[in-house]
């Protein structure tokens, strides 16, 4: 028995064939537009109260998203990417055409041209002369009413949930407002924006598992970029004072609502600065993005209204996590004592992970939920940041902080290391890790221990996951909410 979606989609087929039997091409090369909807639909509000005398003429384009009558009269509602406009058929102004409107489906790409008018109830609507179908739908879309509800089908077919859910759409303008907003912000600073390589002889700059793929003409095995750091510092280096990347990155690891393999960070380097100077810009930034994007400091994520009006908050890592969690790290200064006591209050861990990966996974249970609003977590234990400078007088702390907000990591941002010496013993620290069977710690980079002997000069390190923001200034509670086509299992799992 047939589907009655094959059975639509026959019936689509049907009205294809009929229009090119009546010599009609389905799918024209070209289209001449003089308006959008949108600047159809203002020049009916400028000319509102002479519309009937100036018969205004406009050429517009787009979906056809819904169909009323076909008497001798007919209504259509025409969406292109700006918005939506009416369109109202006449038999007597299309005595020749007007019967082919029957071959019109929800679904098609119409042209259409005609005068601007008002309808009795004061909708700006289109009286059409004349039409021509730039492109006909071969499926039908999503049911009218409900719209794309189906959250797997919403991600694997973006396009149906573009067309049937205007919100998502305006979702991803926001995101790229956003990353044009960041991209001034950052360009009024001095920054240049600059493109590292994607695939890498070593994966580095942050813990995390890679992908390898194998490089034919070199016989080589080669990593997706986990980070941007690395190449980066090695411009900081080479006499860039101020540079800044926004690429993706990709790491071979669990998803969830706020972790994905493929993802958006931005990283910026500033030579002379220490993570104070770029604590403030932080905060500088996130309030000017969201100010320029939406018109205001306060957004709405969870039910919850959060303030980016700087200053945030500042808690020195140590007290947040005994806040949160009950216990001083600093009373459990080795792997063995930290286990212990995690388990002896029964919070769940991976045994396998060394002092550093433990203290993580308290911030991640129990701090990050508490930090709705924006708040800087600042001064963090060496193990977990081999890539920052040690606070001056102590050999247990490095100056790196966390920017929080919604309860999520949004930023993460260091005073660089940058002795050579130093580094070089932290990345055989970390060897010592990888063979201990940790895989997300990375190899050692030698050609980036090579660039720091050539002298690196003080720098503040910053990177922010741009998804997370673009999550946080539209109230989505899912990071595959705001990119485009996110990685999923195979269809059927």
């Known amino acids: 028995m047939t589907?009655?979606?094959?059975?639509?989609?026959?019936?689509?087929?049907?009205?294809?064939?009929?229009?090119?039997?009546?010599?009609?091409?389905?799918?024209?090369?070209?289209?001449?537009?003089?308006?959008?909807?949108?600047?159809?639909?203002?020049?009916?509000?400028?000319?509102?109260?002479?519309?009937?005398?100036?018969?205004?003429?406009?050429?517009?384009?787009?979906?056809?998203?819904?169909?009323?009558?076909?008497?001798?009269?007919?209504?259509?509602?025409l969406r292109d990417g700006s918005g939506k406009i009416q369109l109202?058929?006449?038999?007597?102004?299309?005595?020749?055409?007007?019967?082919?409107?029957?071959?019109?489906?929800?679904?098609?790409?119409?042209?259409?041209?005609?005068?601007?008018?008002?309808t009795r109830s004061g909708e700006p609507t289109i009286e059409v002369q004349d039409f021509v179908l730039l492109a006909k739908s071969l499926q039908p879309l999503p049911e009218k009413w409900h719209g794309l509800v189906d959250v797997e089908k919403r991600y694997r077919q973006r396009y149906l949930d573009l067309i049937s859910n205007p919100p998502v759409k305006h979702t991803f303008e926001i995101r790229s407002r956003t990353i044009s907003a960041i991209r001034e912000f950052l360009t009024r600073r001095d920054f240049l924006e600059v493109e590292t390589p994607a695939l890498q002889p070593e994966a580095g700059g942050a813990t995390a598992r890679p992908f390898v793929t194998h490089h034919n003409a070199l016989d080589r095995n080669l990593f997706?970029?986990?980070?941007?750091?690395?190449?980066?510092?090695?411009?900081?280096?080479?006499?860039?004072?101020?540079?800044?990347?926004?690429?993706?990155?990709?790491?071979?690891?669990?998803?969830?609502?706020?972790?994905?393999?493929?993802?958006?960070?931005?990283?910026?380097?500033?030579?002379?600065?220490?993570?104070?100077?770029?604590?403030?810009?932080?905060?500088?930034?996130?309030?000017?993005?969201?100010?320029?994007?939406?018109?205001?400091?306060?957004?709405?994520?969870?039910?919850?209204?959060?303030?980016?009006?700087?200053p945030w908050k500042r808690l020195e890592l140590r007290q947040a996590v005994l806040q949160y969690s009950g216990i001083d790290y600093d009373q459990y200064p080795?792997?063995?004592?930290?286990?212990?006591?995690?388990?002896?209050?029964?919070?769940?861990?991976?045994?396998?992970?060394?002092?550093?990966?433990?203290?993580?996974?308290?911030?991640?249970?129990?701090?990050?939920?508490?930090?709705?609003?924006?708040?800087?977590?600042?001064?963090?234990?060496?193990?977990?940041?081999?890539?920052?400078?040690?606070?001056?007088?102590?050999?247990?702390?490095?100056?790196?902080?966390?920017?929080?907000?919604?309860?999520?990591?949004?930023?993460?941002a260091f005073t660089e290391l940058n002795d050579p010496l130093d580094q070089r013993q932290r990345f055989l620290k970390q060897k010592e890790e990888r063979a201990a069977g940790d895989e997300e710690v990375p190899e050692t980079d030698e050609d980036f221990l090579l660039a720091m002997e050539h002298g690196m000069p003080p720098t503040g390190g910053l990177g922010v996951g741009v998804d997370r923001l673009v999550m946080l200034l539209t109230n989505q509670p899912s990071i595959r909410e705001v990119i485009f086509f996110p990685a999923l299992k195979e269809k059927g799992d």
């Open 224 to 310: 997706l970029r986990i980070a941007l750091e690395l190449h980066l510092k090695r411009l900081i280096i080479g006499g860039f004072d101020k540079v800044y990347e926004m690429g993706h990155v990709f790491r071979n690891e669990g998803i969830d609502f706020k972790h994905i393999p493929e993802y958006t960070l931005l990283e910026t380097y500033e030579a002379y600065a220490d993570y104070l100077d770029v604590m403030k810009m932080v905060e500088e930034m996130v309030s000017t993005v969201c100010q320029q994007v939406l018109g205001t400091l306060k957004v709405e994520f969870g039910g919850q209204t959060i303030d980016f009006t700087p």
């Open 88 to 118: 109202f058929f006449r038999v007597n102004n299309l005595p020749e055409k007007y019967q082919l409107l029957k071959e019109i489906d929800i679904g098609d790409i119409l042209g259409a041209r005609g005068k601007l008018f008002l």
């Open 3 to 77: 589907a009655p979606i094959d059975r639509l989609t026959q019936q689509k087929l049907d009205k294809l064939n009929a229009l090119r039997a009546a010599g009609i091409e389905p799918y024209p090369y070209g289209y001449h537009r003089t308006h959008t909807t949108l600047q159809a639909l203002a020049l009916v509000e400028q000319n509102k109260t002479s519309l009937a005398e100036q018969a205004l003429g406009v050429n517009v384009a787009g979906r056809i998203v819904a169909k009323r009558g076909m008497g001798k009269t007919a209504f259509m509602d």
């Open 334 to 412: 080795d792997t063995a004592s930290l286990r212990a006591e995690m388990a002896r209050r029964s919070i769940v861990f991976d045994p396998s992970k060394e002092r550093g990966r433990l203290i993580d996974e308290l911030i991640g249970t129990f701090v990050d939920p508490n930090l709705i609003q924006p708040t800087i977590l600042y001064d963090y234990p060496i193990e977990m940041s081999p890539l920052a400078k040690k606070k001056p007088g102590s050999d247990k702390v490095v100056e790196r902080f966390e920017a929080y907000a919604g309860g999520m990591e949004i930023a993460n």
